[in-house]
């Protein structure tokens, strides 16, 4: 079962009036009966360029990080990181502590993601 953390939950656009960039609900098992939920993103690794068609130009690597999307006109790539994000760690007793920190960060606790928080913070048998 460790194999399956860290686990993507969901995603969802995020913006300012200046930007726009994709989020993403990270699930990590950190101890037995420890979990935390972190909001990650990929980093900026370079501007995108484009050709005579509007086609961007992506290198397969950049320093030799993989290339994973263009987004507001930047290379994103690398491992997803929690660098900027919020997290919150919980357990079985906080659990919905954890579903309102979802929710006061802007995501939907669906029945799914409920069932994987819960699975995150079971004790090993």
């Given at each position: 079962?460790?194999?399956?953390?860290?686990?993507?939950?969901?995603?969802?656009?995020?913006?300012?009036?200046?930007?726009?960039?994709?989020?993403?609900?990270?699930?990590?098992?950190?101890?037995?009966?420890?979990?935390?939920?972190?909001?990650?993103?990929?980093?900026?690794?370079?501007?995108?360029?484009?050709?005579?068609?509007?086609?961007?130009?992506?290198?397969?690597?950049?320093?030799?990080?993989?290339?994973?999307?263009?987004?507001d006109g930047y290379i994103c790539g690398g491992t997803l990181t929690s660098e900027y994000g919020a997290s919150f760690?919980?357990?079985?007793?906080?659990?919905?502590?954890?579903?309102?920190?979802?929710?006061?960060?802007?995501?939907?606790?669906?029945?799914?993601?409920?069932?994987?928080?819960?699975?995150?913070?079971?004790?090993?048998?």
């Open positions: 079962m460790e194999g399956k953390y860290p686990k993507i939950l969901s995603s969802q656009e995020s913006s300012t009036m200046a930007s726009t960039w994709t989020e993403y609900l990270r699930l990590n098992k950190e101890a037995d009966g420890i979990a935390v939920l972190e909001i990650c993103q990929y980093q900026v690794l370079a501007e995108a360029h484009f050709d005579d068609q509007g086609h961007p130009i992506l290198p397969p690597n950049i320093d030799p990080k993989d290339v994973v999307q263009i987004e760690q919980f357990t079985r007793q906080t659990i919905s502590d954890a579903v309102d920190w979802l929710k006061d960060n802007g995501w939907e606790c669906s029945t799914e993601m409920l069932a994987d928080l819960n699975e995150a913070v079971e004790a090993a048998t």
